[in-house]
Structures are given as C-alpha cells and as structure tokens.
C-alpha cells in the first residue's frame, strides 16, 4: 500500500508540474525578451548621455580655446596700438607695421608679439614709424644671432637703438650695427647685454675723442676676455679715456707731464697736428712699446698717471693684450658685414627653427581670426560694458545700495541655509550608518561566537537532515502532527519529529515552537552573542580575543617553561666554573683565601647580574667560552655588587694582577 501510495503521489506531483511549467516557461519568455529590451533602451540612453555629454564637453573646450585665441589676439593689437601711439603712425603706416609684424614672426624664431615689442621700444628711442620699419629686421637679427630678447628693457632692440643714440649714428647704420654687436658676442666672452651696458658707459666719451664704435667694441671684446664685462668695462674704458684725453691737454698735471717724459714720449705724439687723438689703436701701441725694459713698480706709477686710478685698470688689461684687441678690430671693421643675418639664418635652418615658424604661424591665425571678429566683438564688448556702467550707478543711489545689502544678505542666508541641510544631512547619514554598523556588528558577533563554540549552521543543517531521515522512516508524512502531554512530558509522533526538524532549520517558511533540551546551547550561545553585539567594538574585540586565548596562554606556558629550562642550565653552567675554581690549583692561587661559600657566593651573585643585563639565553652563551677569572673581569665592573660580595670581588681582582 505505501508503494501505492508513493506512485499516486509522484504522478500527482508530475502532472501539477507540467501544468504549471508550461504556462511558467511562457511568462519565463515573455519576462526575458522586456528585460532585454529594458537592457537596450538603457543603453541607448547611456550612449545618448554619453554622445551629448561629450559634445558638451568638446563645445565647452572650443570655446576656451577660442577665448584663448581671442586673448592673444587682443595683446598683441594692443601692443602694436602703443607702437602707433608713440611712432606717431598713420593708420597706413600702421597696417605696414602690423603686416612686417607677422610676416617676420613667421620666418623668425620670434612670435609676433615680440617683434610688436621691439617696435615699441625702437619708437621709445625716438624712431619714427617710417624708421621702425625700416630697422626692425636688423634689431630682429640681431636678437636671434645672440639669443636674446626682441623687445623689453635691455633687449636686442632697445640696445641697438642705445648704441645707435649714443655714438650719434642715425638709423641707416643700424644694420652695421647689428652686424657688429653680433660678431662682438661671437668671438669674444662677452654677451650683447654685456656689451650694451659697457657701451653706454663708453659710448659719449668715445664720440669726444673720436674712437668709433668698432674700436671701443673691440676694446670692451678684451676686456671680456680678461672677466671685466658689462658696466664695469664700460666704467674702466671711460675713465681711461677721460683721464689719458686729460694727460694730453693743456690742463695736465705736472705728474701727468713727468709720466710721459718718463716714457720718453711727449703730449703731440698721441696727437696729430689739428689736436685731434691719434687712432686710439696707435696710442695704446706707443705706450705699450716704451713701457718695455722698465721694472714693475715703475709701470704701475705710469700708468696709474697717464690713465687714473679708475682708468689703469683697463689701459693695464689692453696693453698687455694689444694682440687681441688689433684683431678684434680688424674682424669688426672688415669681416662682420651681414654677420647678423646670416648667423640668424643658420640658426633657423634646424628642425627647431621650423618649429618656431610653424608656432609663430600658428599665432599669425590668431591675430587674423581675432581681427575678423574684431567688428563684431568689440560692440557686444562695449554693451557689456554699458550694463556695468548702469549697474554702478544703481549701486551709488540709496535704494540701490539697499538691494545690495538685501541681495547680500539673501545669497549668505542661501548659503548658510545649504551648509545646515548638508550638515544635518551628514549627520543623519552617519546616524542611520551607525546604527546600520552597529547591528551588523551585532550580527557578526553573534556568529563568530557560535562558530567558536563548534555551532555552525551547516553543521545543524546536517544533523536536522540525519534527524528527519530516521524519523520519516515511522510513519507517512501526510498526517498531522498533534502532540499531547503525558505526565508533564511532550510525546511526539514520527510525522511531527519529523516536520520539526525540518522547519528548524529553514525547510519550511514558519519554523514551529517547541521545548527541548536541542536549543539549549544554541539558545545560550545566541544570548551570549547578543551580549558581546550590544557592547559594539568592545564585544567585537572581546569576541576575536577569545578564540587567540588558548594559543596565546599556550606560548606564555611554552616560554615559562623554556626560561626554567635555560636557568636551569645556566645553574649547572655556573655550578661547572665553581667547581673548576676548586679543581685547579692555580685559580685556587688566584682567588687568595676566599672560603668556598665566598666562591659560591661571588659567582652566584656575577650570574644574577649577567641575568638581569643580558638575560638568561645571552648569559648561557657568555659563560659557555670564558674561564671564571675572565668572566670576573669583563662583566664585574658592570654588576650592582652587594656590600660584601664587592670586597670579595676586588679581593679576587687584586689577587689576579
């Protein structure tokens, strides 16, 4: 009959099945193909977010780089503004400029902003626009063949027109001029900011004597070579101008006139018949060669005399270098025409001299698309600029300074209104997480705990199995369970025992209540995880200690135990070194007449020092390799000797020696 029974059933089960997987696996169908469809329409929005909000992105970097183009292009209008304003320029001339202006940023290493600043500096210098256009290109070379900066103070500009000013040579001889300067910085330790702050020193004294340009350059190029550069050269040339133009006058001094007599050498022979000073090249030549057979001493008190005490520096530095000097000169008079240009021209013959035509063309399309927008730009600019205005006036009236209180007040109040909500917000946040923290931490406590004590759930589950397999074995499963009481116990039938062991351990949706000793330790253990979950970080803590008690307490004993083991060994070791001492006649001798408990006693307390110094395993190793003597004089002086014990030991001391 139960094999009857057991076949009706599982026939009843797989008809129920059927009929209710069909119409499952349908709805199963019909579920999958809208969630796939819900994945596509998703991921049509994320690529449409993804595609605008990358455009948006991309716009928002046009317009940056835009704004850019527009920034660089509004400087340099600017500056070309202010070359107008100081040239004088025409509106013609100043579309000349600005076109020279663009064309030599693209076929220099300079941008054209730099080539508008040497233009302001050069019309600065008192150069007409007509004249700017026409010396431009030579400071432009100039400033390449040296690597220096166009425009700015002290720039190649700026120190050509100096030059130019100060040995009063007009703007056609500004190509010479480049081409000297240029030449100067190439054969001689010197820069061209070097050799601008010297010539300006020189340059006024030098026109009064009638020395050029080339000859006091190549004067300032020795000097360099000798470390006097800059402002110090030009200071020493001046003075030794100034001072040997004094000696040759008729208002010199009578010291003056007995140095050139010393010389052998009279004021009309540095002079020619008009009084004009010989070429300077001539004079420093005479004074060089009458100087020879003379002693040191000698020297100096001429050439201090004929040059002062500033000047000797300089005359002292040339002389002895006439060599030099004669061939600067002649390099700069005769070899330095279009040195310049065509030094600025090997040099942007590179792939980095293509680099820079290709960054300044780059900015030539800057300025061009800033122009371009330029008439539309500049009313949007100039209303912008209205509205300020208006809002300004607003603001100076009362009732504006008003709303300009109250719109204060209303942004701080939205502000400081934002900054509340966020801070309650933040705390309500971290109240819900820590309550959320706290029972989970409850939770996890409560686990570690069971799992500690060997009460896992897989472990119930398997025994709640094991249960319920011998208990269906006493009767069908389809009948109801009624328990009843019998003298105060509760008496099960198979089919009950069999529905409880399941639902206690999740085989049914509402597990049943029922008294049995079973929970007991579960029961006991959940309390006692409860316990340590409400304590928090203090449960938690007490919870991970406990199950590293027993290894812990197992290392305390292992280590107690191997400390006994050691002294004990250190005793014997000890006891071996006293007995040493009484087995061997010559220490006995060593240690005078010591009584053996003075022996035992001394060395007792030795190793109870070397304990406490060392510990029991570093001692063993000590006194393993030394003899009892050695010991006592190594490591007595470092032991903390009792009152009788240290008379014993210096004894034994005195004894040794």
Avoid: C
Avoid at 264 to 293: F, R
């Amino acid at each position: 009959m139960i094999g009857v029974a057991t076949n009706h059933t599982m026939g009843f089960t797989i008809a129920l099945k059927n009929q209710f997987s069909r119409e499952a696996g349908i709805i199963k169908g019909e579920l999958k193909g809208l969630s796939k469809e819900n994945q596509m329409f998703t991921q049509n929005l994320q690529n449409a977010r993804n595609l605008y909000g990358g455009l948006a992105l991309a716009s928002g970097g046009v317009l940056r780089g835009l704004s850019g183009w527009v920034r660089e292009g509004a400087q340099f209008e600017y500056v070309m503004k202010g070359v107008q304003a100081v040239s004088r320029a025409t509106s013609e001339e100043y579309d000349k400029l600005t076109s020279l202006a663009d064309s030599l940023g693209q076929k220099t290493m300079f941008m054209p902003e730099d080539i508008a600043s040497g233009m302001r500096y050069m019309a600065m210098a008192g150069q007409d626009a007509q004249t700017v256009l026409r010396t431009i290109s030579a400071a432009t070379n100039l400033a390449g063949a040296t690597m220096t900066e166009l425009g700015g103070k002290m720039g190649a500009a700026d120190i050509m027109t100096n030059v130019l000013k100060g040995f009063q040579l007009g703007s056609d001889h500004s190509e010479r001029i480049a081409d000297v300067l240029a030449t100067a910085t190439t054969h001689a330790n010197t820069s061209l900011v070097d050799l601008g702050n010297a010539l300006k020193y020189v340059a006024a004294t030098s026109v009064d004597l009638g020395v050029g340009v080339e000859s006091t350059t190549a004067l300032a190029m020795a000097l360099g070579n000798a470390g006097i550069q800059g402002s110090m050269a030009g200071t020493a040339l001046e003075n030794m101008y100034r001072y040997l133009a004094m000696g040759l006058s008729e208002f010199r001094t009578n010291r003056q006139s007995k140095a050139w007599e010393a010389l052998g050498l009279s004021p009309e022979d540095a002079m020619d018949a008009y009084g004009n000073l010989l070429p300077i090249e001539e004079v420093l030549t005479k004074i060089g060669e009458n100087l020879k057979g003379r002693g040191t001493i000698g020297i100096q008190g001429i050439l201090k005399e004929i040059f002062g005490v500033r000047g000797k520096r300089a005359g002292s530095a040339v002389i002895r270098m006439m060599d030099d000097f004669k061939e600067f000169q002649n390099i700069l008079k005769n070899k330095s025409a279009g040195s310049a240009e065509e030094i600025m021209g090997g040099m942007m013959d590179s792939v980095q001299g293509d680099i820079l035509k290709l960054i300044s063309t780059f900015k030539s399309i800057k300025i061009a698309y800033t122009a371009a927008l330029a008439p539309v730009l500049r009313p949007i600019l100039v209303g912008l600029k209205g509205i300020l205005q208006g809002l300004q006036i607003i603001l100076q009236n009362p009732m504006g300074k008003f709303f300009a209180v109250v719109a204060s007040g209303s942004v701080i109040f939205v502000f400081l209104a934002a900054a509340v909500r966020g801070v309650v917000a933040a705390l309500g946040l971290m109240w819900r997480t820590g309550l959320g923290s706290f029972g989970a931490m409850n939770a996890s406590i409560k686990l570690a705990w069971q799992g500690m004590l060997g009460l896992t759930a897989a472990t119930q589950k398997l025994g709640a199995m094991q249960f319920a397999t011998a208990m269906g074995t006493m009767g069908p499963l389809t009948r109801v369970a009624r328990p009843s009481m019998v003298g105060g116990s509760m008496l099960f039938t198979p089919q009950y025992r069999t529905q409880r062991g399941l639902s206690n351990y999740g085989m049914q949706p509402t597990p049943q209540k029922y008294p049995t000793f079973f929970g007991g330790i579960g029961k006991m253990t959940g309390f006692l995880g409860k316990a340590l979950g409400f304590l928090g970080p203090i449960g938690l803590g007490v919870s991970i200690f406990l199950p590293m008690l027993k290894p812990i307490l197992g290392m305390i004993t292992a280590s107690r135990d191997e400390t006994k083991r050691l002294a004990g060994i250190l005793a014997n070791k000890n006891k071996e070194k006293i007995s040493a001492i009484f087995s061997n006649e010559e220490l006995m001798v060593q240690f005078g007449n010591l009584t053996a408990n003075e022996i035992v006693s001394l060395f007792k307390e030795l190793k109870a020092g070397m304990e406490q110094l060392y510990g029991i395993a570093k001692s063993l190793k000590i006194i393993e390799n030394k003899d009892p003597l050695e010991l006592l004089a190594t490591f007595g002086p470092l032991i903390n000797w009792s009152k009788g014990t240290r008379d014993t030991y210096h004894q034994v001391l005195n004894s040794s020696e």
